[in-house]
């Protein structure tokens, strides 16, 4: 897997953004009392792969 390190780095920063982009979004949601349960679960998702990509490094 040490040699795919640099592709993984790069791929677990993007979802990361992500995570951080859809935290943003449920605020906003939030605010306007919207249901925020799928962009819930989707920041789930994105929190086990992260935990996934953090075992294979």
Do not use: H, N, P, R
């Amino acid at each position: 897997m040490e040699e795919y390190s640099e592709e993984l780095c790069g791929i677990l920063s993007k979802i990361e953004e992500a995570k951080d982009m859809l935290a943003q979004l449920t605020d906003e949601m939030d605010d306007k009392d919207q249901s925020t349960e799928d962009v819930d679960e989707a920041m789930d998702a994105l929190d086990d792969a992260i935990d996934i990509l953090e075992d294979l490094m």
